[in-house]
């Protein structure tokens, strides 16, 4: 048995010394032995982290707040969370018997494979984040996940995190009965509404089937809610964020004020776990804080390229977080010309009906000067903004190496919001454009 | 000159994107100078669909679906005097299935459905939804195109008197018996998502017509620029090699 993890462990010490990431360390263990996340002997910590937005963020946060407090921790930090990737991580930080060599694991989860693994990777912790409408042709209906999540967490004993903001995720306390529940929230602040048109998910009381009512939207369907029959939404968090100052960036949890990397409201919901997790494990927010205050997101979001002039790229990956993206975007003043990159991959979801469900028509407005849209569904992108009214703003270049070259050209500050399979690549040609400037 | 349309349960059977129909149904006719009107109309809501030159029913999910269901049924005569009353009907994936006879579920139990049609939905094993692009080849206003669309659906829909289109790619009313949807004069019922309209604009302009009929008789559309859109769907044919 050893002989196998030697080999996966062989092959992962060459491939990394080459410059090398990626899961195929784990794909091999994996296939020569389907049982081979099991054999793992975990750390004494171990925090999964799911939900459909914010994983990677919060994972990462986690972790360098872990670390910031002296823990020794491993992690997935790039968002490989399928299975081949858990094994990956877990292979290239274990001794030759299997033994985690940490004191901490936090690993971020595919929400729909979770199930798989739950039980696998012993945790000690499980924070979920929230659930939206996305990728539906690869995830099944919104409603079977959360009932799989219910299903894995019935007899967990544990720490459950959960945003108590989100109908879809506090719906897990009613059936994990035997797990120690911490709730995290967010207050009432300058971006809260009382009305919205992208709640499209948790319309209903999960226990009664009577509308929710909302107090506010903080976003998509997060919000302080309640079944006025049943009192589901009435919640008593352990970690309440109050005063958000956008401009400042900061905010007040627990009579402390904390900083934010990004002054987005999703991010401070990513804040907001992550010290309900330092909460629960007894560990000083003050790690978590001067975490906050130094993390630079990677990989995609919100990650700058000196081009000609800056660009801005975004990840997307479904409407809610589109509709996010889409908010920072024209918040930013001055004239900019935008690229969307809409791929139908496996993993982007073979579907893009979802672009429907998004609201395109917030880019309708004249700081915003031509829109290119590229990918292997550039012209079904083109459509949604004819649609919305902004056909003379649009351009076609399918080939993403030339739609780059067109943004640099172009001389203007711009951003670039990609579907995942288009991520990567987009960053390469970036990064690539960029040379010529430095 | 103006249309009005109906598009019901637009807050419960909004899946993939279905409302998109509705945008370019009114882009479409507002390019012809005619005014477009889209009403909603929700569980509870008093509305006289005869009132309504077009009746939109999109998919939902089967929570939604059965929330309703029982608002649906009540209206059942009241959709009846309409399709007398010549209002035209624009009905996607669940709301498909709901004009039909009955729909069968997993556990075997039967669902009646508004029964205004003889096809009936039978749901299949849960590993085998019909799920993926999907490429037809239908007739309307005497014109034969082709047509492209997403379909997401475990339901078989069996006994289709007049199917809407004939397969070229993907799977249809059930798996493999080569048909798509429900037409006849009034009503186009359809299980192709993505949403419809957007990339098959033939389709959306004799949609439009089909509602204008009830109050102005034949109307020429004058014809738009579709190049975005003759795109899109070339190339979504081109891949499915249904088109060289």
Known sequence: MGLRLKVVQSVYSVLHKSGRGGSFPGVLGLKMDPHFLEKFQMPKIVVLVTGTNGKTTTSNLIAESLREAGLKTINNRRGDNLNVGIATLLAANSDSHFRVQADAAVIEVDELTVYRQFANLHPTHFVVNNFFRDQLDRAGEMETIIRKIQEVTKDFEGHLILNGDDPNVLRICDTAKKAQIHLFSVGRNSISETVTNEASEGKFCPRCGRPLKYEYYQYSHIGRFLCEADGFGRIEPDVLVTDIDFAHRTFTAGGRIFSSFINTIYAIYNCAAVLTVMKSLGLDPECADRVFRTFVLKEGRNEVFQLSRPSVINLVKNPTGANEVMKYIVSVPGDKNLLILLNDNDQDGHDVSWIWDAHFERLNQPEIKTIVCSGRRAYDMALRLKYEGMEDRIKVIEDAEKAVEWLDEANMPSHVIATYTALHSTRAILRKAEQKWI | ?244
Not at chain 2, 20 to 34: A, C, M, Q, W
Not at chain 2, 124 to 132: L, Q
Not at chain 2, 164 to 183: I, K, P, Q, W
Not at chain 2, 210 to 219: F, H, I, Q, S
Request: aromatic share 10%.
């Open chain 2, 1 to 244: 000159m103006d249309i009005k349309i109906l598009w019901m349960y637009h807050d419960l059977m909004d899946l993939y994107g279905d409302k998109g129909n509705t945008e370019v149904l009114r882009y479409r006719s507002e390019k012809r100078g005619i005014q477009c009107i889209v009403d909603t109309c929700t569980i509870g809501e008093e509305k006289d669909i005869r009132d309504y030159d077009l009746f939109f029913l999109g998919g939902g999910a089967d929570r939604e679906q059965q929330l309703i269901f029982d608002d649906l049924l009540k209206r059942k005569d009241n959709i009846r005097e309409a399709m007398d009353a010549k209002t035209a009907f624009l009905l996607i994936c669940g709301g498909y299935q709901l004009f039909g006879k009955y729909y069968k579920d997993q556990d075997g139990t039967v669902i009646d459905g508004l029964g205004f049609f003889d096809y009936y939905t039978e749901s299949s094993d849960r590993d085998h939804r019909c799920i993926g692009n999907i490429a037809v080849e239908t007739t309307m206003d005497n014109e034969t195109f082709q047509a492209v669309g997403f379909e997401n659906h475990g339901g078989q829909t069996r006994n289709v008197a007049s199917p809407f289109a004939r397969v070229l790619y993907g799977h249809g009313n059930t798996y493999s018996d080569g048909t798509e949807g429900f037409m006849n004069d009034q009503v186009l019922a359809t299980y192709m998502h993505g949403p419809l309209l957007p990339k098959n604009p033939r389709i959306a302009d004799a949609i439009l017509k089909r509602a204008l009929r009830k109050r102005y008789g034949e109307v020429a559309l004058a014809p738009l620029d579709d190049t975005l859109e003759d795109k899109a769907r070339e190339i979504m044919l081109k891949r499915l090699k249904v088109k060289k």
